[in-house]
């Protein structure tokens, strides 16, 4: 009942907004530093405080408080921005020179299921067309509903912006520009808006609607009803124009009034009061100071249009337009259709004067638009003052009163009708000014005997004053200050001063309108805050009733806030406050806030409520408050509840057991015993789950307080039904009720007697019950006794009257029963809910049989649709509670660890066909299992079911490590989970579901290239080619393909391997990242080959399902998916193979190619198409320049080859011995002859000192003669090594080189063994290397004799040695 500050919108995306506004600044380093350093300079103007309003105020003000230091960081920005808010709060717009934001109104559930507003960035660009021009003044203007079955919301709201340039133009919200106007050539200094108000009473002239329109030394004003219908019309036209692809037309200008301000040096702001009319006295006041004594009056007072400005000179001016001085102006373009109307004044019915078709228009020259000449208009008079100089003006909702604020810092109130200052504040620099009007409530005055008295008004002035960062409410006229509020010192007061536009006396019958007063908006947090005030603060009345009670109320308050007041004193003081207060809805208040407090004990509560009602039912029947009898009423009856409740809790006396036959109780054993082994292993992993921090007043176990159990439980009449709120919420009151009858502390049968008394109905106990035992499943399961109090809870529960319909058919299904299993199938809780099923089946069981007995009178078994729903239910709860233990196994350390996924039976019908694979896959990835280890346990699936007991053999070997055994109870887990799943988790389906988790975390993380090779492992593992094809297709045109072209591109530009930094910044991977990218795109599109050779073999598999899970419905599965792609085109896949191929072995050995100049054009233009696409491929021939350059590009990877393996050799490893093959089956591929790759390769590792490797090689060459003379040089090479080279040459070597044939001699000294890559290699190896050269060369080659020379050299070498 006093002053608050609510906030109802946040606004979302402000950096976002910032940063598009202000990028020009911030790309400009040199202001952020001169801001930096304003902002650390020590300012002391916000030293003013509430106490001293006067205070000195002429600095910057900028925070300079610690605590606000984020505030200020990213606040001040807003004050440079020309900001608007819709009168509605749907609209916002934010503008900075050429650009603009457009904040559209959006709904969303917080995280306590409630709704709530927010305003987001639904449109951003740049509004200017003119060089030069800015944003200079912007309104949001709503524009009404013409529908019948409107209610008050608008149908769509106008952004009228004024630029700089002299331009009006009006925009829809999605920013199309509807309409644009020239008016005067001045910058647009103000755009404000009058709509259509009810008037209050008979004397009040109605106000049309009207749009004003500020430049420095006019006004333009223009009539609101024919701007509503143009800009309808223009919209509807720009509509059509749009859905029909053809140019808008451009309609003709709209009809203005325009006044020249005359007699003021200076104005900047403006309002326009509307049409007055003045009184006889005044007119003939007017008239003899205007016109002197012998001036003449007409009979009639003129109507007067009121226009009052801001400036300097005077500092206030008042002007005058008497209606019909001025006809509207229509510019050149318009007087020149104007012979085809009827009048050459606007036709509001049409809408505008009619269209210019495109045929007429004239030529299409840029210029600018003519601009009428104004009408001149004198100030009538004014507030001078000369030093002092206004800045903005606030006109009241009732057009009487003004606020205006000036540099001195003052906020002066001006009465309008009179033209005279009657109030002024000081001390409020920079202030931001807004009204707001309350009316008066329907039963706030005493009951007239004589005619109904009309309901008063309120009119209250907000002030907002920066530099102190406060927000005041003042009574007006003369009244006081009615509230006060700390808030940011970078706000804004959006004030609108308006409603709909298009609303008048006719079509606002009945209408509510939707729109805030004054909003505040903190820029720190984006909170959008309105100011409420009630009627009384307006009241002056120091003895009236209503002050008194405020009065009692905020001395009630008081008492309730302090923590050390004894519940007698407590009680004593409250009860005489209650009874002391007269206004009814002030007592219900004060009883609302007492009842809400959390100190004050129950027993107090229940006294006070009840002296209360029993004072209330002493007074006389008809001057009792109906809703606060009812209050009273209500709550004691829900307070006399909850201590009946804590009192049965609290007396220790333990359940009896009444409803339970011993019958039963061996079935729920025998259920139970066949599920224990999964119930104590899921327990074991969720019980030893990270520990958790938790508070005692969260916990299950902390009592309910009072107010708690007030706030959650409502009482309508005779029934008490429980409040729909958050989950916890009801767990908390569950376990008020229920907890100690399930542990066996309470009296179970007396709290449900007590239960049934007070009227709630069965449904609403049994969900409190069952939201208890789903969410406390940990101290369920430790309690072996608390499923037997639950199968003797719920028999109760289902006795009330209520719960199970009597006229129940059995072959139907029971409303009661399906509550139950939908909130098992729903929960998370696995363990929990399946023992919940179980006792609700055998129960439903017995519920059944007496039924049938009673109805059939028969022996025979009752069967019916319920228990065949619970068998499918149970069934489901078990697959499910085998599914949540495997995954609550935790993952193995140094593995990231993350939240345990929890599923239930309605996911996993929602998730679709692939969803148990789906979470099996994700638990795969989360436990690191290479593919391999996951074959392991697959495996172990097939020996287990022709195993009877699997786990036997693993139990004996106790010399395991623990990861194996670790190993072995996840792969255990796994079995038994694909053992109730027979079909959902076949292999198949498993493999292709991790593969794509895989590839999935690849794309999240691609440094992490061991995820990609092991989804193409997983891929390899899959043995249905129909679903291989698919699943590799989907990776490649999801995730692959624009990676792949990103490298193959980068290495096209760079012609090498690129650098580490090249490969981040154009693919998104580093250089071995990459590497190993390409190896599995290679190794993917491999699969996909031989998948697509394989498919004709193979009939496609048929997908099936369990039957218990035969109702999935949701996504289409994975499998599903993959069986739905097309096929793919063989030679294009090769083609890409073949570029893959490429690209890796030149990132492998660090080679310089552009890989893409190795095709002709046709190839180049086949690269990244979809590969079920059939191109145009190359074929024929290649160009012999193509084809060297890839021979030579392959006999640099053998050689690259080589060396690696040379240092293979040296070093510890073996080196990857797959290179020779693939570039032979490359060489095929790419028209090299192979025989030149092979006889390049076997000089290669004679050269590298690999004799062995080479002469396997050898044998696999087939023109031999060309080899012979390669390998002729290559020994000469060695031998010129030996004999000239050495560091120490031998006298027996020198003695041999002597010996030497002259021409071998010359031969060996021209030969340079710089050129080999191991010169010193064991005579040994030389001298069988020549023998291989004699024996390949033919007798009549011409280096035969050069080779036998040789021959004989090394021999004498041999010796030598």
């Known amino acids: 009942m006093s002053c608050c500050l609510l906030e109802f919108c946040r606004v979302q995306e402000l950096k976002a907004v910032r940063e598009f506004l202000f990028q020009n600044q911030q790309n400009n380093p040199s202001l952020g530093d001169k801001k930096t350093e304003n902002e650390l300079a020590w300012d002391d103007s916000d030293w003013g405080s509430w106490d001293n309003p006067e205070a000195k105020e002429d600095g910057s003000g900028t925070t300079t408080g610690v605590e606000e230091d984020s505030a200020a960081g990213s606040a001040p920005w807003l004050q440079d921005c020309v900001v608007s808010l819709s009168p509605c709060s749907d609209l916002m717009v934010v503008a900075k020179d050429h650009k603009a934001v457009f904040l559209s109104a959006k709904w969303r559930t917080d995280d306590g299921g409630r709704e709530e507003m927010t305003l987001a960035v639904s449109w951003s660009g740049t509004l200017s067309t003119e060089e030069g021009e800015s944003v200079s003044s912007v309104i949001c203007i709503p524009l009404a509903s013409q529908k019948r079955s409107s209610t008050g919301r608008p149908d769509w709201t106008c952004i009228v912006v004024g630029f700089s340039s002299g331009y009006v133009r009006f925009y829809t919200e ?94 900047v702001d403006h309002s326009s009061v509307g049409i007055m009319t003045l009184c006889v006295f005044d007119q003939m006041k007017n008239a003899s100071i205007l016109g002197g004594f012998h001036a003449s ?14 400036g300097g000179g005077p500092y206030t001016g008042f002007y005058y337009a008497i209606e019909g001085s001025s006809q509207p102006l229509l510019s050149h373009v318009a007087l020149a259709v104007a012979s085809k109307l009827t009048s050459a004044l606007f036709s509001a019915a049409s809408g505008w004067l009619g269209w210019k078709k495109q045929s007429e228009e004239e030529p299409t020259q840029k210029q600018k638009p003519k601009v009428e000449p104004a009408t001149p208009m004198a100030v009538r008079f004014g507030l001078p003052d000369s030093r002092r100089h206004g800045e903005f003006i606030c006109l009241s909702p009732c057009n009487t009163l003004a606020g205006v604020t000036d540099d001195f810092g003052r906020v ?53 004053a920066p530099r102190r960062g406060i927000l005041e409410v003042w009574g007006t006229q003369q009244g006081p200050r009615v509230g006060a509020f700390t808030v940011g010192k970078h706000c804004r007061l959006l004030y609108a001063g308006y409603r709909l536009m298009g609303v008048n006396s006719v079509t606002s019958q009945g209408w509510l309108l939707h729109t805030q007063q004054v909003c505040l908006f903190d820029p720190a947090t984006g909170a959008l805050r309105t100011v409420t005030v009630p009627f009384h603060l307006a009241l002056s009345d120091k003895k009236s009733e209503r002050a008194k009670d405020m009065h009692l109320l905020k001395r009630l308050t008081t008492l309730l806030k302090s923590r050390e007041v004894e519940p007698d004193i407590l009680e004593s003081e409250a009860q005489s406050v ?65 201590t009946d409740i804590q009192q049965l809790h609290s007396t220790g006396e333990a359940t009896t057991d009444t409803h339970t036959e011993p019958t039963e109780v061996a079935g729920i054993a025998e259920e139970l015993a066949r599920v224990s082994p999964t119930l104590q292993r899921y327990a074991e992993l969720t019980s030893g789950s990270r520990p958790s921090v938790s508070f005692a007043l969260d916990s299950p176990d902390a009592s309910l307080p009072v107010r708690s159990f007030l706030s959650q439980m409502e009482c309508e009449g005779e029934e008490i039904r429980v409040v729909p709120g958050p ?93 139950v299993r939908s909130a098992c199938v729903q929960s998370h809780s696995s363990a929990a809910a399946l023992l919940a099923a179980i006792v609700a089946h055998r129960a439903a069981k017995a519920n059944i049989t007496i039924l049938a007995e009673t109805k059939f009178q028969s022996e025979w078994e009752a069967v019916s649709l319920e228990l065949e729903q619970w068998a499918v239910c149970v069934r489901q709860l078990e697959d499910v509670l085998s599914l949540q233990t495997l ?14 996924p929890h599923c239930s039976v309605k996911a996993l019908l929602e998730g679709g066909r692939g969803g148990i694979a789906d979470s099996v896959a994700k638990w795969v990835f989360r436990q690191d299992l290479a593919p391999e280890r996951l074959k392991d346990m697959l495996q172990r699936r097939g020996e287990a079911e022709s195993m009877e007991q699997p786990s036997q053999p693993e139990q004996g070997k106790g010399e395991k490590s623990q990861e194996d055994a670790a190993f072995n109870r996840a792969a255990e887990l796994l079995v038994s989970v694909c053992q109730r799943f027979p079909d959902s988790l076949s292999p198949d389906l498993l493999f292709a579901h991790c593969c794509w988790e895989y590839v999935v975390q690849w794309n999240k993380d691609p440094e992490e290239g061991r995820y990609l090779c092991w989804a193409v492992k997983h891929l390899k593992l899959v043995s249905s080619p129909h679903i291989q094809l698919g699943i590799s297709s989907m990776m490649w045109n999801t995730f692959i393909v624009k990676c792949f072209s990103a490298a193959a591109f980068l290495i096209e530009k760079v012609g090498k391997a690129p650098k580490d930094r090249l490969c981040r910044r154009d693919v998104g991977m580093g250089d071995c990242a990459m590497t190993t990218f390409l190896g599995s795109c290679v190794q993917l599109l491999q699969i996909l080959m031989e998948a697509d050779s394989g498919v004709e073999e193979v009939t496609p598999p048929e997908l099936c399902v369990e039957e218990v899970w035969g109702e999935a419905e949701g996504p289409a599965s994975l499998a599903e998916l993959a069986l739905e792609q097309k096929g793919v085109h063989y030679p294009l896949v090769q083609h890409h193979y073949l570029l893959a191929s490429l690209l890796h072995t030149a990132m492998t050995f660090s080679l310089r190619v552009k890989p893409l100049s190795l095709f002709d054009s046709k190839g180049k233009n086949a690269f990244f198409r979809e590969l079920s696409s059939i191109q145009l491929m190359p074929s024929g021939d290649m160009d012999p320049g193509l084809v060297s350059l890839r021979q030579e590009f392959l006999l640099r990877v ?61 044998f ?102």
């Open 174 to 267: 999605s920013g199309v520009l509807l309409l644009a106007q020239l008016l005067n050539e001045d910058p647009v200094l103000r755009l404000k808006c009058r709509t259509y108000e009810i008037p209050r009473h008979p004397g009040v002239t109605e106000q049309h609607e009207e749009l004003s329109i500020l430049y420095p030394a006019a006004l333009v004003t223009i009539d609101g009803f024919s701007l509503f219908q143009s800009l309808r019309a223009c919209r509807n036209q720009v509509a059509r124009a749009a859905a029909a692809g053809s140019e808008v037309v451009h309609p003709p200008p709209l009809a203005y009034k325009k006044w020249g301000l005359q007699d003021m040096d200076t104005i």
């Open 297 to 310: 009056v007409k009979g009639s007072p003129p109507a007067m249009s009121q226009y009052i400005t801001v």
């Open 412 to 464: 002066t109130l001006l009465d309008v009708g009179r033209g005279i200052a009657i109030r002024m504040w000081k001390g409020y620099r920079d202030a931001q000014l807004g009204w707001v009007q309350v009316s008066e409530g329907r039963g706030e005055r005493e009951s007239s005997p004589s005619a109904p008295l009309l309901r008063r008004h309120a009119q209250f002035l907000v002030i907002y």
């Open 578 to 642: 209650l009874l002391d207060i007269k206004h009814p809805a002030v007592k219900k208040q004060a009883l609302e806030s007492l009842l809400a407090n959390k100190n004050a004990p129950v027993s107090c509560l229940t006294n006070i409520t009840r002296v209360l009602l029993a004072s209330l039912k002493g007074q006389d029947p008809e001057a009792v408050d109906e809703g606060l009898f009812q209050l009273c009423s209500s709550q004691l009856k829900l307070l006399q509840l909850y």
């Open 727 to 819: 989950n916890a919420d009801w767990t908390q009151l569950g376990s008020f009720l229920f907890w100690g009858c399930l542990t066996g502390e309470s009296p179970l049968q007396k709290v449900c007697n007590t239960l049934q008394k007070t009227g709630i109905s069965p449904q609403q106990l049994l969900s409190l019950l069952l939201s208890v035992w789903l969410h406390r499943e940990k101290e369920v399961l430790k309690k072996t006794e608390a499923v037997r109090h639950l199968h003797t809870l719920l028999t109760a529960l289902s006795s009330m009257k209520g719960a199970v319909e009597e006229s129940w058919d059995m072959q139907c299904v029971s409303p009661w029963w399906q509550q």
């Open 887 to 900: 995954l609550c196994v935790p993952p193995p350390q140094g593995t990231p660890g993350s939240a345990t």
């Open 1198 to 1258: 053998l050689t690259g080859w080589v060396t690696t393996q040379r240092e293979a050799v040296e070093g510890p490893g073996s080196g990857d011995k797959t290179w020779p093959s693939l570039c032979l089956d490359l060489g095929l591929l790419l028209q090299v002859n192979p025989d030149i790759l092979r006889r390049h390769l076997v000089c290669e590792l004679y050269n590298q000192g690999l004799d062995p490797r080479a002469e396997q090689v050898m």
């Open 1260 to 1361: 696999e060459v087939e023109d031999k003669d060309v080899l012979g003379s390669q390998l002729l040089v290559l020994t000469g090479q060695r031998l010129s090594y030996s004999l000239l080279h050495t560091q120490t040459q031998t006298r027996p070597a020198m003695e041999l080189l002597a010996r030497l044939p002259p021409t071998l001699c010359t031969w060996l000294k021209a030969m340079d063994p710089s050129e080999l890559g191991c010169p010193s290699v064991p005579l040994s190896q030389t001298s069988r290397l020549v023998s291989r050269l004699i024996e390949i060369l033919p007798e009549n080659h011409g280096q035969y004799s050069l080779a036998l020379h040789l021959l004989e050299a090394v021999e004498d070498l041999q010796r030598e040695d």
